[in-house]
């Protein structure tokens, strides 16, 4: 069975400060990709970012990267250089062979002025 | 042009009433999904078609039902509406299903609320 858990309810971070999301996950087959989704107080999920398990190299996308750790099982999204326009919700999620996302618990991201 | 719309995006309904939400995809993908956000965030999957065939069918009440009629089209219709399934419902699309690769591209969401 496959489990994503994302350990920190909420954090703030200061603007322009850049601010680390906590996903580790479990799953006993090889093949796997994880993602991370925003959805900002208007309710809509916005792909951020994705690494597949078999990936060399950490992505990236623009402010967004992602520390994936495959012994430990972690994929932790950075934002850098936060902005307010960040302050959402954040999804760590997972897709293996099977056929749907398995959603973490989310984490709440405030950024202050 | 909106990839994946959902229709309504607003719905409250008394108990007991029958409803449906209505979800389209101009992406040209062959999957479709619909999952459920509760009240504490969390999101599930709740069904899921590949070329108009149920391929996810989680324990969800049998008073949900989806339907396919083509590709692009996934309705959820939902019977004997309970104070319990006042939710977020996410229709998602990708192109194909069973890779690990593959991206989902989600609707804005129905929030439905049953009073």
């Known amino acids: 069975a496959q489990k994503i858990t994302q350990t920190q309810p909420g954090m703030f971070v200061q603007e322009k400060e850049a601010v680390t999301l906590d996903c580790t996950y479990d799953?006993?087959?090889?093949?796997?990709?994880l993602f991370w989704y925003k959805q900002p107080s208007s309710g809509e999920m916005i792909f951020l970012i994705y690494?597949?398990?078999?990936?060399?190299q950490n992505a990236t996308e623009g402010r967004y990267s992602l520390n994936f750790q495959k012994a430990r099982k972690s994929a932790n999204l950075v934002i850098s250089a936060s902005q307010l326009g960040d302050s959402a919700m954040y999804f760590c999620?997972?897709?293996?062979?099977?056929?749907?996302?398995?959603f973490g618990k989310g984490t709440s991201l405030l950024v202050t002025p | 042009d909106t990839a994946v719309s959902q229709t309504p995006k607003y719905l409250v309904t008394q108990m007991e009433n029958d409803k449906s939400i209505k979800c389209e995809q101009n992406?040209?993908?062959?999957?479709m999904y619909w999952y459920k956000q509760d009240s504490k965030k969390f999101l599930k999957i709740m069904f899921s078609?590949?070329?108009?065939?149920?391929?996810i069918n989680e324990t969800v009440p049998n008073r949900f039902s989806p339907k396919s009629p083509d590709k692009a089209h996934l309705n959820l219709h939902i019977n004997s509406l309970e104070l319990g399934d006042s939710a977020v419902y996410f229709c998602a699309s990708s192109q194909g299903a069973g890779g690990y690769v593959i991206e989902q591209f989600f609707g804005p969401g129905t929030r439905l609320t049953v009073l």
């Open positions: 799953t006993s087959d090889p093949s796997y990709g």
């Open positions: 992406l040209g993908h062959d999957t």
């Open positions: 999620a997972m897709k293996n062979s099977g056929y749907a996302l398995n």
């Open positions: 690494q597949g398990s078999y990936d060399q």
């Open positions: 078609y590949n070329n108009k065939e149920l391929i």
